[in-house]
């Protein structure tokens, strides 16, 4: 076998600035696709002289932006933010009793009770008398997570019914992503390779990684979501290049 083919595995680490020149810790994330471009534009004077009338005789190829794209198969929701040009944050919400929280029902549509994450036990519905109290799937459904509430038609609540609602909301955390807040982001790509057919080992190592999000991301598709991103590999600092190759050998 040729010692000069090329067909590379590699385990692609991703790490994000968290402020100027500083990344956090990597996540290593599969990966289907990490292409590099290294474009440039052409100088070419062109002679006039009658022997030689459209022939180059002068010519230089000029260094352009260095592109990359990569396609991530697992989607961290870091990432997820990066495609929704948005930034994370910490979400704590406090959970608690509540009582006779003021609900005006819709017939056949949803209103929103004022709490979310509501726990199952314990929930009342009645009128504002709280004399009557309403039975679930009968009268009313609910939706525990977004905390809203439907009359059904045919059952005791009637359409712009005031209604009393008791229950508990349950403490929860999480992530929030506050989308098209942040239309860019930096990272650090670090690739451990392995030529499968010599068994060499490379590593790939694009310092300063700066994507943007320019596709829609489909948050109803019949497929395991991928995510594919397009962007720039900068210099890190003067005179170091925008990524780097190498192949190494135990010595």
Same mark, same amino acid.
């Given at each position: ?112 009770? +004022? ?7 314990? #929930?009342? $519905?009645?009128? @504002?008398?709280?004399? *009557? /109290? ?19 038609? +045919? ?7 005031? #209604?009393? $609602?008791?229950? @508990?909301?349950?403490? *929860? /955390? ?37 994507? *943007? ?39």
């Amino acid at each position: 076998m040729s010692q000069n083919a090329q067909l590379f595995a590699g385990d692609i680490f991703i790490s994000f600035e968290t402020s100027p020149g500083v990344f956090g810790p990597a996540t290593l994330l599969r990966t289907d696709l990490l292409s590099v471009t290294t474009p440039s534009a052409k100088k070419t004077k062109k002679s006039k002289n009658r022997d030689d009338y459209g022939q180059a005789f002068a010519s230089y190829q000029l260094p352009d932006v260095t592109e990359f794209a990569i396609t991530f198969n697992e989607m961290s929701r870091a990432l997820l933010a990066v495609q929704l040009s948005g930034e994370v944050e910490a979400l704590t919400v406090a959970g608690g009793a509540f009582t006779d929280l003021p609900v005006v029902a819709a017939l056949d549509a949803w209103v929103d009770i +004022g709490r979310k994450n509501i726990a199952v036990a314990d #929930l009342a $519905v009645k009128n @504002t008398a709280g004399t *009557t /109290t309403y039975v679930k799937d009968v009268d009313y459904a609910i939706n525990y997570r977004l905390g809203k509430l439907r009359a059904i038609p +045919g059952g005791a609540i009637t359409d712009a019914l005031a #209604l009393k $609602v008791t229950g @508990t909301s349950q403490a *929860t /955390t999480g992530t929030r992503i506050n989308g098209a807040r942040k239309h860019q982001h930096v990272l650090k790509i670090e690739g451990d390779m392995q030529n499968l057919l010599t068994g060499a080992d490379s590593e790939f190592l694009a310092q300063r990684a700066v994507v *943007t999000s320019d596709q829609a991301f489909d948050f109803l598709q019949g497929d395991i979501a991928e995510l594919k991103l397009k962007g720039t590999l900068e210099v890190p600092s003067v005179g170091v290049p925008p990524f780097v190759v190498e192949e190494r050998a135990t010595a």
